[in-house]
């Protein structure tokens, strides 16, 4: 998905690539000699749909607007289907704060955790308790012997040698070789994508079973489940294998893409919001198609089976501005003081976990 398997010359031409430079963050032009803060351009979100309020209008009149229909099934919550859109299915508000705030501090902590592979350990090798390194401004050191054999196996991605570690002590200030020392924060900054269960191997593309793994959390795993029921095949229960816990700066997008390496195209994608509001692309089979936009929020629920496994999909903006992420409850429930880091991060980030079912 962060791969090759989008086009090579694929150009502003098709209405993918379109809509995504629509949505995309960019900032108004301002002279260099302006003190001003940049301003993000403003973008006209009126075709965005919005699951929140189709629920209230929903749960007011019992009406849907043309094209989305709710699903009549069995996990306590509703559900929205599009009618052009088979297998897609839209559970708004599926995770209570709760259970948004838990997923957010595994996100952080113990997700990023060796044996799960992130996009750090091709260059870092495996790193332990980055989040917490990172509240106790430490600073990643290279090993020394790392640097004689530093090319040998570049081109492994898999390969898990430890090539740098910790500080024992918080470090304020680095003064030496940058090449030498990365402070956690910045690390931490730049965490783009941690694997679950199985591994997935971008450079090849597919699932490595030889590379060690932990399997999906029970947590993770019964929560995947109860959610992928309403797109299941009848009598079948859905296998947590793995997951791709994806995560978003400011200005981080998430290219349109189709999810296409599992074997079994039946079983959903189940795929959790986690912060900062997002706007969500979903096309069809062909980047020709034009994709219909939508809003994802924190604690959303969104499954992709079947057909819809076919449709390309992205993520080209999340809000961070406080009027736009919609985090206030999140704020709320991190305010005590131990939870502050974690505030702090999610304050400006958006973290999306899509557990999958491999074979
Ligand atoms: O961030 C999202 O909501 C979508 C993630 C996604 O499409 C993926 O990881 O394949």
Not at 146 to 161: F, G, P, Y
Not at 177 to 182: L, P, T, W
Not at 203 to 228: C, E, F, T, W
Not at 321 to 347: G, M, T, W
Request: net charge negative.
């Amino acid at each position: 998905m962060y791969g090759s398997n989008g086009v090579q010359d694929e150009t502003d031409r098709t209405e993918f690539r379109k809509a995504e430079k629509k949505y995309k963050l960019y900032y108004d032009n301002t002279s260099k000699s302006s003190k001003k803060k940049k301003q993000p351009r403003k973008v006209d979100l009126s075709e965005v749909l919005d699951f929140n309020s189709i629920l209230e209008s929903f749960n007011q009149t019992g009406e849907t607007p043309s094209g989305i229909f709710p699903l009549q099934c069995d996990i306590g919550l509703p559900v929205f289907c599009l009618k052009n859109r088979p297998g897609f299915y839209f559970i708004p508000g599926a995770l209570s704060i709760e259970e948004q705030c838990k997923w957010i501090r595994e996100s952080l902590i113990n997700f990023p955790q060796p044996p799960n592979r992130t996009n750090h350990n091709a260059i870092y090798g495996p790193i332990s308790n980055l989040f917490v390194a990172a509240k106790e401004g430490r600073v990643l050191v290279k090993k020394e012997t790392a640097a004689a054999d530093e090319n040998s196996d570049r081109n492994n991605d898999m390969m898990d040698e430890i090539k740098w570690e910790f500080s024992e002590e918080p470090v304020t200030s680095l003064g030496g070789d940058s090449n030498k020392f990365v402070p956690a924060s910045t690390i931490l900054q730049k965490l783009r994508w941690s694997t679950l269960g199985l591994q997935f191997d971008w450079s090849k593309r597919n699932y490595n079973v030889s590379v060690p793994h932990n399997k999906i959390p029970d947590a993770l795993g019964q929560l995947a489940q109860r959610m992928a029921s309403p797109a299941m095949p009848a009598g079948e229960k859905f296998q947590p294998e793995a997951a791709i816990v994806n995560f978003f700066g400011l200005g981080d997008t998430l290219g349109g893409h189709l999810d296409d390496m599992e074997a079994d195209w039946s079983k959903p994608i189940v795929s959790m919001s986690l912060g900062c509001k997002a706007i969500f692309l979903l096309g069809g089979k062909s980047r020709q198609d034009p994709p219909l936009a939508m809003f994802l929020r924190s604690g959303d629920v969104v499954l992709m089976a079947g057909e819809a496994r076919e449709c390309f999909h992205g993520v080209p903006r999340i809000f961070t501005d406080e009027q736009n992420a919609e985090i206030a409850p999140l704020d709320l429930q991190f305010s005590k003081e131990v939870d502050h880091c974690f505030l702090e991060y999610i304050r400006t980030s958006r973290i999306n976990i899509n557990v999958r079912q491999v074979f």
